[in-house]
């Protein structure tokens, strides 16, 4: 479900944004696609239709989406508002960079960093580890935020738009396999210690 959540929008932004210049007719109602205002317009419907289905299916509404959608739709709102791409453009970095903060933030606050509350009821490892994997995170949600600009200010449009899909997808199983390969020494010890009867 958070996968769905998280890239279903972005994938129906990109597939509307592509179809610039056309014309959809449903129901006897039309709509010529004007470009990344048409997408945005769509990002912020399927943003606002994920909110419910989420709590329909699990009882429940992530924070991680909510602050998506929040991003979403105060960043989106403005590119349509304001008539600007360069509020949706920067909706990704604005978000991760407010991420990186918040897990640095959490290694200082409190008994636990946001890595082991969203994981530390899966594993137990030694929090000196938990530690290292937030400062992994930390600098990932910095190097995508910077990436994003980047892209948003040396390439086209359309090269963004592309880029905002597949990095979504690209950086999203990184970082899970980076994490997986900084907790699976762990997590074979752990295995091996329940075969043994170990407590």
Same mark, same amino acid.
């Given at each position: ?12 932004? *990109?597939? %509307? ?14 709509? @010529? ?7 945005? #317009? ?8 994920? &909110? ?22 105060? *960043?989106?709102?403005? @590119?349509?508002?304001? #008539?600007? !791409?360069?509020?949706?453009?920067? #909706? ?7 991420? +990186? $903060? +918040?897990? =640095? ?9 946001? $890595? !082991?509350?969203?994981?530390? =009821?899966? %594993?137990?490892?030694?929090? +000196? ?16 935020? =910077?990436?994003? &600009?980047? /892209? +948003?200010?040396?390439?086209? !449009?359309?090269?963004? /738009? ?9 950086? @999203?199983? *990184?970082?899970?396999?980076? @994490?997986?390969?900084? %907790?699976?020494?762990?997590? #074979? ?8 009867? !170990?407590?």
């Amino acid at each position: 479900m958070k996968q769905l959540a998280e890239f279903v929008p972005i994938v129906l932004f *990109f597939v %509307i944004y592509q179809m610039d210049g056309s014309t959809i007719n449903l129901l006897g109602w039309s709509h @010529t696609v004007d470009g990344i205002y048409s997408a945005t #317009k769509a990002l912020l419907m399927a943003t606002l239709l994920i &909110l419910p289905l989420q709590w329909w299916l699990t009882g429940y509404l992530e924070k991680r989406l909510l602050w998506t959608s929040a991003a979403v739709f105060v *960043f989106g709102g403005a @590119t349509l508002f304001f #008539k600007n !791409e360069l509020f949706i453009q920067w #909706k990704p970095t604005v978000f991760n960079w407010g991420m +990186a $903060i +918040a897990f =640095a933030i959490s290694q200082f606050w409190g008994d636990k960093n946001l $890595i !082991e509350r969203l994981m530390g =009821a899966q %594993i137990q490892i030694p929090q +000196a580890i938990w530690q290292r994997i937030c400062w992994v995170w930390v600098g990932h949600f910095s190097m995508v935020g =910077a990436l994003n &600009l980047f /892209v +948003a200010y040396q390439f086209s !449009e359309s090269t963004w /738009v592309s880029y905002k899909l597949w990095s979504g997808i690209g950086f @999203t199983l *990184f970082i899970m396999v980076i @994490t997986m390969i900084m %907790i699976g020494p762990w997590v #074979k010890a752990e295995s091996v210690r329940q075969d043994r009867g !170990e407590s």
